[in-house]
């Protein structure tokens, strides 16, 4: 079993900026992709960013792009996504993942692990 917890969502302003963090225990954590998605109400799920295990390659969504990092350190069971210039439109919970089929993927159906979630609000 993999237990994830996110931490540092908040309400921010427009073109602020925010650094999430989802710190993992149980299972060898570099043994895996990290992920981060988020939901608006009423809406489905989506990819965020992604993070391959050795933190050698990542994936970004188009919408996030430029504005958004994802990092990790597989020393402190840590996985960050730093997010900067911040639109109304990023306010969503924020869920980090953990995909052990070492895939690095934007298809929720392939994480295996996920965290509770934090809100992120951005005001315009």
């Known amino acids: 079993q993999v237990q994830l917890v996110e931490s540092g969502g908040g309400l921010v302003q427009a073109g602020g900026s925010l650094r999430l963090s989802c710190a993992a225990s149980?299972?060898?954590?570099?043994?895996?992709?990290m992920g981060w998605f988020r939901q608006a109400p009423g809406k489905e799920r989506e990819f965020v960013a992604a993070i391959s295990w050795s933190g050698d390659n990542t994936y970004y969504a188009g919408s996030t792009k430029g504005r958004f990092t994802i990092s990790r350190d597989n020393a402190k069971n840590t996985v960050w996504l730093q997010m900067n210039s911040l639109k109304p439109e990023d306010t969503a919970v924020y869920y980090c993942a953990a995909d052990y089929g070492r895939s690095l993927t934007d298809s929720v159906y392939e994480y295996d692990y996920w965290g509770q979630g934090t809100q992120v609000t951005v005001s315009s």
């Open positions: 149980g299972r060898t954590f570099s043994s895996s992709a």
